[in-house]
């Protein structure tokens, strides 16, 4: 019995390093983007199922699933386009060292940063002065706007999302400090 179970100890080792040396195990994905198509297409599954168990209602009368079931069925889409479009051009294509060359790895941890530091400020700052502020952060990224700009543009995009939110959608956006004045 013994010496049975070391055969097939044995026997299932060289069978592992025979599918390793055949490429079965171990073997790299030669694009990316089939992987990774392939985990969006089960979130995206995961998010339409789910949003089904709320209810979907009707276009007159939405119910709570019904735009988590259009944007899981948009991923699931998207992904099946990205996977089969995958199997194209596979010469053009480069790895992933190109993918991540020339990329300024900072900026992207200042931009989390700041997102992070935004949502943390939103409640007691409000709504207008944390938007603002993030916004002429995230334009000085950019660096090449002078600063009159930054907070032209800044003060714009926030007075249009607040007409929007506030005003259009009534959105009760917070108020922070501002809330005595406005």
Same mark, same amino acid.
């Given at each position: ?16 390093? /025979? ?23 089960v979130i995206g599954?995961?998010?339409? =199922? ?25 991923? #699931? ?8 479009? @995958? ?12 993918? /991540? ?8 941890? *200042?931009?989390?940063? =700041? ?6 400020? =939103? ?21 090449? *706007?002078?600063?009159? #700009?930054?907070?032209?543009? @800044?003060f714009l995009v #926030?007075?249009?999302? *607040?007409?929007?939110?506030?005003? /259009? ?11 005595r004045i406005i």
């Amino acid at each position: 019995m013994e010496g049975s179970s070391k055969n097939w100890g044995l026997g299932f080792i060289r069978k592992i390093r /025979w599918l390793r040396y055949r490429g079965g195990i171990g073997r790299r994905m030669r694009n990316p983007d089939q992987s990774s198509s392939l985990v969006w297409f089960v979130i995206g599954i995961g998010v339409v =199922l789910g949003s089904l168990k709320y209810g979907f209602g009707t276009f007159h009368e939405p119910g709570p699933g019904f735009i988590t079931f259009f944007a899981g069925t948009i991923l #699931t889409f998207l992904s099946l386009v990205l996977f089969f479009s @995958s199997f194209r051009d596979r010469e053009s294509r480069g790895g992933l060292r190109e993918l /991540w060359a020339g990329l300024e790895i900072g900026k992207v941890f *200042y931009v989390i940063l =700041l997102l992070v530091i935004y949502t943390l400020l =939103l409640r007691p700052v409000g709504f207008l002065v944390s938007t603002f502020l993030l916004l002429s952060f995230l334009f000085r990224v950019k660096a090449a *706007y002078r600063p009159s #700009t930054i907070l032209i543009m @800044s003060f714009l995009v #926030t007075a249009g999302c *607040y007409i929007v939110f506030e005003l /259009w959608l009534k959105a009760q956006l917070p108020k922070g400090i501002l809330e005595r004045i406005i």
